[in-house]
T-cell receptor
Framework: DTGVSQDPRHKITKRGQNVTFRCDPI?????LYWYRQTLGQGPEFLTY????????KSRLLSDRFSAERPKGSFSTLEIQRTEQGDSAMYLC?????????????FGSGTRLTVV | AQTVTQSQPEMSVQEAETVTLSCTYD???????LFWYKQPPSRQMILVIR??????QNATENRFSVNFQKAAKSFSLKISDSQLGDAAMYFC??????????FGAGTRLTVKP
């Protein structure tokens, strides 16, 4: 297992276009998280999955954002009608479900630039 | 909601010296976990150290140690014998019962040779 993989590493898109990112977590991890990180800031929680169920979504996640995790394996994050404010690093992390305290394993992120 | 505050946007330290990064948090939970993560430039976030709130003993990992003050809701990171490779963004993070992690805004650490 090579850790958490994210694809693509970089994405440049024109405003108004749709983009989709993929995250492949560590295989035995049943929780998967999406975060957004802007320059010089800490990661902001977007949403998370336990297996295939999406259990929580941040209010930051507008209706232009949708995430899926079919079959509880990889996950996709789609942004429709991108805006310049969507430019950020999108981080995926996975962990084992538990009563808290499990550290996350992060991917390298997908850097989105909306022009 | 839990919040994590890092009041030092930037810190610098001379190589081989010691530096302390500050973090405070707010929570109503009694059981929780605290973390420090390191994010080198253009590289992925990696775990530095982890502290369980129910443990009074401060966590230590080689040159990294924490000063956990539960009553004050303070969780600082001390880096001893700083090395050039320690230069990075450092994020303090909180994880409660449901294992949802919340991060501070980060502290950028510069190590001077």
């Amino acid at each position: 297992d090579t850790g958490v993989s994210q694809d693509p590493r970089h994405k440049i898109t024109k405003r108004g276009q749709n983009v989709t990112f993929r995250c492949d977590p560590i295989s035995e991890h049943n929780r998967l998280y999406w975060y957004r990180q802007t320059l010089g800031q800490g990661p902001e929680f977007l949403t998370y999955f336990q297996n295939e169920a999406q259990l929580e979504k941040s209010r930051l996640l507008s209706d232009r954002f949708s995430a899926e995790r079919p079959k509880g394996s990889f996950s996709t994050l789609e942004i429709q009608r991108t805006e310049q404010g969507d430019s950020a690093m999108y981080l995926c992390a996975s962990t084992l479900d538990g009563l808290g305290g499990f550290s996350y394993t992060f991917g390298s992120g997908t850097r989105l630039t909306v022009v | 909601a839990q919040t994590v505050t890092q009041s030092q946007p930037e810190m610098s330290v001379q190589e081989a010296e010691t530096v302390t990064l500050s973090c405070t948090y707010d929570t109503s939970e009694s059981d929780y976990y605290l973390f420090w993560y390191k994010q080198p430039p253009s590289r992925q976030m990696i775990l530095v150290i982890r502290q369980e709130a129910y443990k009074q003993q401060n966590a230590t990992e080689n040159r990294f140690s924490v000063n956990f003050q539960k009553a004050a809701k303070s969780f600082s990171l001390k880096i001893s014998d700083s090395q050039l490779g320690d230069a990075a963004m450092y994020f303090c993070a909180y994880s409660g019962y449901n294992n949802d992690m919340r991060f501070g805004a980060g502290t950028r650490l510069t190590v001077k040779p």
